[in-house]
T-cell receptor, first 108, second 114 residues
Framework: GENVEQHPSTLSVQEGDSAVIKCTYS??????FPWYKQELGKGPQLIID?????GEKKDQRIAVTLNKTAKHFSLHITETQPEDSAVYFC???????FGAGTRLTVKP | GAVVSQHPSRVICKSGTSVKIECRSL??????MFWYRQFPKQSLMLMAT?????????EQGVEKDKFLINHASLTLSTLTVTSAHPEDSSFYIC??????????FGSGTRLTVV
């Protein structure tokens, strides 16, 4: 399946700061890029996604950017809040293989 | 998106017994469901793709006789961990492909084998 690398593995920010998580992929035919948030003891939840025909998508404090040339896409969380603390996973297409995950901690 | 219900949320069983986990798509007819396994602090690992009315497709390294999958209807897939052992203890999660909304996941089942 598609290889997807996710960085960083852990990220700690102060409340109010921004957080950025990046995923890179190898198959240029990839066309769907979702991000999931997983809270402790729960299943992942889709928080935002982007298709290959756009470069950026925003939903309130969350945004995703896609660079098809460089084959990477990033999750941006602005004005972080303690409730943003969770593990975030990127995925590719309908392959449903996930990045390794990023544990985000927002310190109050 | 779809609403997915997974049951039970946690189960403790004795070594050698079997455990069944249910995944229901409440408002969406799912011809395909997916089963994942997640160890602590690790990513989700796709175990198998459950196909309604036909045999499941297992990922490499996943024992099909150990992890029995039944997808008898468009709203229900079950995963049975047979002859469970402590190393099978994990977090099991199902998901449904929900059209334009990516994938909707169940809430997960924490299996502990003692």
């Amino acid at each position: 399946g598609e290889n997807v690398e996710q960085h960083p593995s852990t990220l700690s920010v102060q409340e109010g700061d921004s957080a950025v998580i990046k995923c890179t992929y190898s198959d240029s035919a990839s066309n769907y890029f979702p991000w999931y948030k997983q809270e402790l003891g729960k299943g992942p939840q889709l928080i935002i996604d982007i298709r290959s025909n756009v470069g950026e998508k925003k939903d309130q404090r969350i945004a995703v950017t896609l660079n098809k040339t460089a084959k990477h896409f990033s999750l941006h969380i602005t004005e972080t809040q303690p409730e943003d603390s969770a593990v975030y996973f990127c995925a590719i297409n309908n392959d449903m293989r996930f990045g390794a995950g990023t544990r985000l901690t927002v310190k109050p | 998106g779809a609403v997915v219900s997974q049951h039970p949320s946690r189960v403790i069983c004795k070594s050698g017994t079997s455990v069944k986990i249910e995944c229901r798509s409440l408002d969406f007819q799912a011809t395909t469901m997916f089963w994942y396994r997640q160890f602590p602090k690790q990513s989700l690992m796709l175990m198998a793709t459950s196909n309604e009315g036909s045999k499941a497709t297992y990922e490499q390294g996943v024992e099909k006789d150990k992890f029995l999958i039944n997808h008898a209807s468009l709203t229900l897939s079950t995963l049975t961990v047979t002859s469970a052992h402590p190393e099978d203890s994990s977090f099991y999660i199902c998901s449904v492909a929900s059209g334009n909304y990516g994938y909707t996941f169940g809430s997960g089942t924490r299996l502990t084998v003692v």
